[in-house]
């Protein structure tokens, strides 16, 4: 796989994919050129891995102390017209589709500013792990803008519309202490350090696993969040069938059965 980009880092450890976004200088804002990489290695991650073969887990996180990514790129968009807006939307839009669509489960490790886009795109991930510095929030409305990559639709699945609309008129920062009661961090830690190693552990616990039982649930999951709940059961029956094909399915019954620890191949 091509690691070699300018404003991220891809590294593979135990298994575990880590994507940092390295613009320090700029807080790790995110310019076409961060999300054009995001989005280049995504896919092509996302052909490599299909039989897990790189990584069973992911990490996104940001090369910086003070920031996750606190935002888009605002130096770039005030040049943008209203047509290249749309697309650089659509291209930030795109990279939080792929964040679900990855057959692996990923974890946003948060420390600082996760502002507009950077709020955006941890909430793409499957669930948030912060630090107690992590400052959550959408101020798009201050710069006379509104959210882009998802944000006035994410926002509300995970905390509420109100509440949604509450933070989002006001571009009001979120604090640690209401981001975890408010559901959108699982778990708050005391350092970028603490956090990334609990990210790894968590990973490392949940690949022992079936991986195609995990991206089962994953998908079903996901998919069941923009469906009416007679369309999201209907969806859970039929993968719950399909599963019954596979190779983990039957591996994994028969171990418990035979008293053994079960050797999943992801299939
Ligand atoms: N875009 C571009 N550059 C940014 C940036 C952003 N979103 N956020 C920070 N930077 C740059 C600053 O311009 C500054 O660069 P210079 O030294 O060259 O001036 C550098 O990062 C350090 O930032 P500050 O000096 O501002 O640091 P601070 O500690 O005083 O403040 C902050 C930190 C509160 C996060 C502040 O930088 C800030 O408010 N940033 C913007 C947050 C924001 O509004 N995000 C939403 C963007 S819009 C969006 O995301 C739209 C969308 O949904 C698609």
Redesign the pocket.
């Given at each position: 796989m091509n690691t070699n980009y300018e404003t991220i880092l891809f590294e593979v450890e135990n298994e575990i994919a880590t994507i940092t976004v390295n613009r320090p200088?700029?807080?790790n804002?995110?310019s076409h050129q961060v999300h054009s990489e995001i989005n280049a290695l995504l896919k092509e991650f996302m052909e490599a891995n299909k039989d897990f073969t790189i990584a069973k887990g992911m990490i996104l996180t940001g090369a910086e102390e003070?920031?996750f990514i606190?935002?888009?790129?605002?130096?770039?968009?005030t040049l943008m017209s209203a047509d290249e807006a749309e697309a650089?939307?659509r291209l930030?839009q795109d990279n939080t589709l792929l964040f679900e669509l990855l057959n692996i489960p990923v974890i946003a490790c948060v420390n600082g500013?996760a502002?507009?886009?950077?709020c955006?795109m941890a909430m793409s991930c499957d669930f948030i792990f912060a630090t107690k510095t992590a400052v959550f929030g959408?101020?798009?409305v201050?710069?006379g803008?509104?959210?882009?990559?998802g944000?006035t639709q994410r926002l509300s699945k995970l905390v509420g519309r109100n509440r949604a609309k509450e933070i989002t008129y006001s571009g009001r920062n979120v604090a640690i202490e209401e981001a975890k009661e408010i559901g959108l961090v699982v778990s708050v830690f005391e350092s970028k350090e603490e956090m990334i190693e609990a990210a790894k552990v968590y990973l490392s616990k949940a690949m022992r696993n079936s991986p195609h039982a995990i991206y089962e649930a994953k998908r079903v999951m996901n998919e069941g969040n923009d469906l009416t709940i007679t369309d999201g059961l209907n969806v859970e029956a039929k993968a719950f069938g399909a599963i019954f094909n596979s190779a983990d399915m039957r591996e994994g019954t028969a171990a418990f059965v035979e008293k053994r620890k079960p050797v999943f191949i992801g299939k």
């Open positions: 200088k700029a807080l804002a995110l003070k920031a606190a935002g888009a790129d605002i130096k770039e968009m650089f939307a930030g500013y502002l507009g886009g950077g955006e959408q101020p798009e201050k710069l803008l509104i959210p882009g990559f944000g």
